[in-house]
């Protein structure tokens, strides 16, 4: 499925080819909350990197998280690329170097229609704080840490793309 996203002033625009774009991947984490997710989390979707195409990249920044060893102490920058709007500050896409076909696109930043998920997945919830209501629906599935298993693996289960790996959108519900 070809996604059109773009940032809040319009300085940037970007499309990309998503194998995975069911929005279902709710994300908890400290840096995804405090980055892109307003509502207490973020969501992330998988496209292929390779098909990127952007305009007003020159409006582009990146940003490298850290993290802190809860055992150790010892503050770690991550490798993967947070891309922004320097102008508006839209969060835009997540690129790993460690994982470089896939990048990440944040929903809030796609224009196009996204399928609705059939069951969320509710992920890093050892990081929500207190103040952060997630309903939980009967099939939701819900993780301290990460999820066991990964975003084309979910849409396989749920039958969610062809044999080829191709996005096969199901009706809304």
């Not at 319009?10 to 892109?36: D, E, M, W």
């Not at 835009?92 to 944040?106: A, G, K, M, S, T």
């Not at 099939?139 to 790996?165: C, I, N, Q, T, V």
Request: charge should be negative.
């Amino acid at each position: 499925m070809k996604l059109n996203g773009s940032c809040h002033c319009g300085a940037v625009h970007f499309s990309v080819q998503s194998p995975h774009p069911y929005p279902f991947n709710l994300c908890y984490c400290s840096i995804c909350r405090k980055t892109a997710g307003g509502g207490g989390y973020a969501i992330n979707l998988g496209a292929n990197y390779s098909t990127i195409e952007v305009s007003g990249e020159d409006k582009i920044s990146v940003f490298h998280a850290t993290t802190r060893d809860k055992e150790t102490g010892i503050v770690d920058e991550s490798p993967a690329e947070r891309r922004f709007c320097s102008l508006c500050g839209s969060a835009l896409w997540v690129w790993d170097p460690r994982w470089p076909e896939l990048v990440h696109p944040f929903a809030s930043a796609i224009d196009t229609e996204l399928p609705v998920p059939p069951q969320h997945t509710h992920m890093m919830l050892s990081s929500k704080p207190a103040w952060v209501c997630f309903p939980v629906a009967k099939d939701d599935k819900s993780f301290a840490a990460y999820p066991d298993e990964s975003l084309a693996e979910w849409h396989r289960r749920l039958g969610l793309e062809d044999s080829e790996g191709r996005n096969r959108p199901q009706e809304h519900r």
